[in-house]
């Protein structure tokens, strides 16, 4: 086997400190060029031809008729980080086109995550009933083109008539209707003089295109239900086809950022934008790959499936891969940030491991989480040779990562808790926790040897009686060392807490992607566990909800807004290792 990387020609050697440094610009310039992706490049190059005057402006169009989940996180990041690259504009669209879905609670939540992603948008939030009136006039003047018609055909009738990939579908016997008909129909439908599925209108392109979507699609349909904000005015409501692009192109969006599956509807964007307007301002559509994630689902149908099934607690359920459950569960923006970044911008569908994105939060809150101690099943250990009564101040560092978050006390006491898997009766060989007759460290504090057990009748330890060393104080200069270094609390200090241990809400990689299967069969019958009898040191008693904490030893846990005076509620966020892939392997 050779040995590589030792040794590395140097092209600058010999070479003056400022060719040096010009050489050295220009390969960091050239580093910066090869990892723009995709659509960072095509902005550039729109920037440097002076396209749209070299301005960028971007839109995130949800349709709310759910909450956001990690798959918009990507989108959003996209979006809205593009704008503060290039010193830009994005706005928050709300398609709003289907009221039989739509709800004001999904628009504030929309809100609320965006936000506390860190992200701001142009403006007021902007809808696409701000362009109704609008849309309608076009569809009006389309019709005057004879570029559209009102058809009577049932939906299974156009279905049929439309043909398939390989085969050229039928014309309508409506295509052709005189123009002033077609204008007195639409004006009827607008006015509410049929019922749902009665009538539609249609844009006469070409029905043997071998892309589907040009065979005369549907522009708009009677639905006569209210609107979240437009009340009863409407009785007829625009497709998505018909709303995205010309919504781009009053809003003077640039680029126009989609995902895969709107690649077939770009020649449709683009006819749309041909009939309405000849400037040389055109929104431009571009298609990126979807966020797809092992042990997840990226279904709103599915997701509300799973929430109208009570199936889990609600759309901010821990366990939910939607911003607000993510939230609660104790992700930061930062590390969805950084996860988005990481991921990239494909071409491309691909399936990125959840490990990922649980790697990212573990980097981000390394940094910044205070450790703490929490004993999750308590285990009783009394000092027989520590003074009863007696109790003094442990000090012990917040963040050995960060200096600056400085150290605290805490009590210590004759009585303690450890956790329970720290002790076993007879261990093998290389357990290096307490046994009987063993010696391990209490972090931060003293060196404790197990003397004795104490058992309930069922032969279950409840009780380790122990000795302690007093020359073996953290930070005494004691050398004597012990292999094993356990977490506790003071039982007399200790707060009582509840503790919901979250996993995986689905044990198969790909739930959603399983012929025969239906995905709710692989919901993980153990990704919920809650512990009631958690013992916290006294530091935590004025936690806050949302407040992210590492608990030594155990993982990352976050206070959830069950939190009361009396009882404070924590949610694990994530172990301090990833326990799946050990699981896997």
């Known amino acids: 086997?050779?040995?590589?990387?030792?040794?590395?020609?140097?092209?600058?050697?010999?070479?003056?400190?400022?060719?040096?440094?010009?050489?050295?610009?220009?390969?960091?310039?050239?580093?910066?060029?090869?990892?723009?992706?995709?659509?960072?490049?095509?902005?550039?190059?729109?920037?440097?031809?002076?396209?749209?005057?070299?301005?960028v402006y971007t839109r995130f169009p949800?349709?709310?008729?759910?909450?956001?989940h990690i798959g918009h996180a990507k989108s959003i990041c996209l979006n809205f980080g593009l704008a503060e690259k290039y010193n830009g504009k994005c706005n928050l669209r709300f398609d709003d086109t289907n009221p039989e879905k739509e709800e004001e609670e999904y628009v504030k939540s929309i809100t609320k995550d965006i936000k506390w992603l860190g992200f701001k948008w142009e403006k007021e939030p902007k809808y696409a009933s701000?362009?109704?009136?609008?849309?309608?006039?076009?569809?009006?003047?389309?019709?005057?083109?004879?570029?559209?018609?009102?058809?009577?055909?049932?939906?299974?009738?156009?279905?049929?008539?439309?043909?398939?990939?390989?085969?050229?579908?039928?014309?309508?016997?409506?295509?052709?209707?005189?123009?002033?008909?077609?204008?007195?129909?639409?004006?009827?439908?607008?006015?509410?003089?049929?019922?749902?599925?009665?009538?539609?209108?249609r844009a006469k392109i070409d029905m043997a295109s071998p892309n589907m979507h040009m065979r005369d699609p549907i522009m708009y349909r009677i639905l006569n239900r209210p609107h979240h904000r437009t009340a009863d005015k409407w009785h007829i409501y625009p497709m998505y086809d018909f709303t995205h692009g010309q919504s781009d192109y009053l809003e003077g969006i640039t680029h126009s950022l989609c995902t895969l599956e709107f690649?077939?509807?770009?020649?449709?964007?683009?006819?749309?934008?041909?009939?309405?307007?000849?400037?040389?301002?055109?929104?431009?559509?571009?298609?990126?790959?979807?966020?797809?994630?092992?042990?997840?689902?990226?279904?709103?149908?599915?997701?509300?499936?799973?929430?109208?099934?009570?199936?889990?607690?609600?759309?901010?359920?821990?366990?939910?891969?939607?911003?607000?459950?993510?939230?609660?569960r104790g992700y930061t923006p930062?590390?969805?940030?950084?996860?988005?970044?990481?991921?990239?911008?494909?071409?491309?569908?691909?399936?990125?491991?959840?490990?990922?994105l649980e790697h990212s939060l573990r980097e981000d809150l390394n940094k910044k989480a205070a450790r703490v101690m929490a004993v999750l099943n308590p285990l009783k250990i009394t000092i027989s040779n520590y003074p009863e009564g007696k109790t003094e101040d442990i000090e012990t560092i917040n963040n050995p990562e960060d200096e600056n978050m400085g150290t605290r006390t805490m009590p210590f006491s004759r009585e303690l808790y450890i956790e329970q898997d720290d002790f076993m009766e007879d261990p093998p060989k290389k357990f290096f926790r307490l046994a009987p007759g063993r010696e391990v460290r209490l972090k931060s504090a003293y060196i404790i040897k197990c003397e004795k057990v104490i058992k309930n009748k069922n032969g279950e330890a409840i009780e380790l009686i122990c000795s302690y060393d007093p020359d073996t104080k953290s930070g005494s200069g004691d050398m004597r060392k012990v292999k094993g270094t356990l977490h506790w609390v003071s039982a007399a200090h200790a707060l009582d807490a509840e503790v919901r241990l979250y996993d995986r809400l689905f044990i198969h990689e790909d739930p959603a992607g399983q012929k025969d299967h239906d995905f709710k069969e692989f919901l993980n019958p153990d990704s919920l566990k809650?512990?009631?009898?958690?013992?916290?040191?006294?530091?935590?008693?004025?936690?806050?909800?949302?407040?992210?904490?590492?608990?030594?030893?155990?993982?990352?846990?976050?206070?959830?807004p069950d939190t009361t005076e009396e009882k404070a509620v924590f949610n694990r966020t994530v172990p301090l290792r990833d326990t799946w892939g050990k699981k896997k392997n």
């Open 1 to 55: 086997m050779g040995i590589s990387c030792i040794y590395k020609y140097n092209p600058s050697f010999g070479e003056s400190n400022t060719n040096r440094k010009i050489k050295s610009e220009e390969m960091n310039e050239e580093k910066e060029k090869r990892s723009l992706n995709f659509i960072e490049s095509k902005i550039e190059e729109d920037i440097k031809n002076n396209k749209n005057n070299g301005e």
């Open 62 to 68: 949800p349709e709310p008729n759910g909450y956001l």
């Open 130 to 201: 701000d362009y109704f009136d609008q849309l309608y006039e076009w569809a009006e003047m389309l019709i005057r083109k004879s570029k559209a018609y009102v058809d009577e055909l049932s939906a299974e009738d156009i279905a049929r008539q439309k043909g398939t990939p390989t085969q050229a579908g039928e014309n309508s016997p409506f295509r052709n209707r005189p123009v002033e008909e077609n204008l007195k129909l639409f004006r009827e439908m607008k006015e509410g003089k049929y019922q749902e599925g009665e009538m539609i209108l």
């Open 263 to 328: 690649e077939v509807h770009r020649p449709l964007y683009d006819w749309f934008l041909d009939q309405i307007t000849d400037t040389e301002y055109r929104p431009v559509q571009t298609e990126f790959a979807r966020l797809n994630m092992s042990y997840t689902v990226m279904s709103k149908r599915k997701l509300l499936e799973l929430v109208e099934k009570k199936m889990v607690s609600g759309w901010d359920d821990p366990r939910m891969p939607t911003i607000s459950g993510l939230r609660r």
């Open 334 to 356: 930062e590390s969805i940030r950084n996860f988005s970044d990481r991921i990239g911008v494909a071409k491309r569908d691909n399936v990125i491991d959840v490990a990922l």
């Open 530 to 560: 809650i512990l009631n009898k958690a013992k916290l040191e006294p530091s935590m008693k004025d936690v806050k909800a949302f407040d992210n904490l590492q608990f030594q030893r155990l993982g990352y846990f976050c206070v959830d």
